[in-house]
């Protein structure tokens, strides 16, 4: 088993930064990628970032937002930058034991992700 604790949601105002982090604990070393979903209000959760064989981001935040991983720690970071009020959602880590390409739109979807952590609210203000 795997456990996710996401941490360092927050309020921020438009234009700023927040950086999340996602601590793995448990069988840590089999998970084969990780990733990050979001989830606005009304809304369905969907792909951020995933991070395994490649790294692919969703257009919406290619170049502002940015993955990496810290294996000593077992924890992925989200640093995301120059946020806007449509980044305001629960933001999510993802885990799964299978190595991905994501190459196509199963492998981003939330079915393809097995472990979950319990989310952090990141609001942008405008």
């Known amino acids: 088993q795997v456990q996710l604790v996401e941490s360092g949601g927050g309020l921020v105002q438009t234009g700023g930064s927040l950086r999340l982090s996602c601590a793995a604990s448990g069988r840590t070393l089999n998970l084969g990628a990780v990733g990050w979903f979001r989830q606005a209000p009304g809304k369905e959760r969907e792909f951020v970032v995933g991070?395994?064989?490649?790294?692919v981001y969703a257009d919406f935040v290619k170049g502002r937002f940015t993955i990496f991983r810290d294996n000593a720690k077992n924890t992925v970071y989200l640093q995301m930058n120059s946020l806007k009020p449509e980044d305001t959602a629960v933001y999510y880590c993802a885990g799964d034991l299978s190595r991905k390409y994501f190459s196509n739109p199963s492998s981003t979807s939330t079915t393809s992700f097995h472990y979950w952590g319990q989310g952090t609210q990141v609001t942008v203000s405008s």
């Open positions: 991070t395994s064989l490649r790294t």
